[in-house]
């Protein structure tokens, strides 16, 4: 009977062990492994080894990356033809070593974009024929060097207006819609294993979801590879609606690619855009654009907050056929770009982790409702 009671009592011991392991290692990438990557956007600080806390945190959480910078021209080819891979090689380096889905972000954009790219030494616009070897050469130059070490690349970014029209860039006035298919064709020659993705913002505006469908459509019939959206969710508590965001997911898959969702974060502060800037108090207007600067949110706000999260998410559970990686745009809320935008000193709280690198309450109920689907 004693070792009996011995051997239950040691049983239990490992059983509460093991149950305490399990808990303490619950991630939100082992949560998700069999949905989608769970990724997020590595800054300068995460990539040189300084930001040590930060490090811990996408180690444990995150299953895939994206460089927030550095992989843009102007800072890979700030002058023609002198190509500084310094930063880029750090960060794909450290998707290799932890064995992360890792993306190339981004080889064609008209912003971050260096100035020479697109005028001739007279300060004029180039040649189309110009543009295009200019184009190619960073293209190819910067796909080569990581083939076989990046998954996918942000080939084209931010290129079309809500409405469908072109965004009016240097590529279009000087090349027309034709710079698109041109940059995904290059990148293709430079590398055929990596997927290829078009990513921009707002992606769920009528007019935007048409013209990207027919986009990807007519790549498929020319037989120019495309592999995925990237839809960015630059969100607040009440835009989009997810109906909207899921009637495009759903036009984006039907079109026949992957959907990702690509810079996700959600601002608990009031949207710029639904607060009147012709308020004559100055200060009032900054104190309404910025309503919580004490370091916390009021319990309702956050609740609001916490809810959208859990419902954008049951919405990406529930097209986990079509979604192939949900990318947070930051690890913490201090790392956020929203915070001093657009005025300095604005204090946002859009990301899964605190200031102070704890985890909110927000991630164990995603873990939890990941297990449930």
Sequence with gaps: MKKRIILM???????????AQTKKSASLKQAYAKDFYIGTALNLQHIHDKDKKGINIIKKDFSSIVAENCMKSMFLQPVEGQFFFDDADKFVAFGQQNNMFTIGHTLVWHSQAPDWFFVDKDGKNVSADVLKQRMKNHIQTVVSRYKGKIKGWDVVNEAIMEDGSYRK???????GEEFIPLA???AHEADPD???YYN???EWHSGKVQQITKMIKDFKSRGIRIDGIGMQAHVGLD??????YEKAIVAYANAGVKVSVTELEISALPSPHRISSNVADTQAYEKQLNPYNNGILPADVEAAWEKRYLDFFSLFLKHKDKVERVT???VTDGDSWKNDFPIVGRTDYPLLFDRKYKEKPIVKKLIHLAKEN
């Design 194 to 196: 990596a997927e290829l």
């Design 169 to 175: 860039s240097k590529f279009y006035e000087i090349l």
């Design 328 to 330: 947070l745009w930051g």
């Design 184 to 186: 995904f064709q290059w």
């Design 239 to 244: 835009y989009p609606s997810i109906e909207e």
């Design 200 to 202: 921009d913002y707002n």
């Design 9 to 19: 009592t040691l049983l239990g011991l490992v059983s509460y062990k093991v149950g």
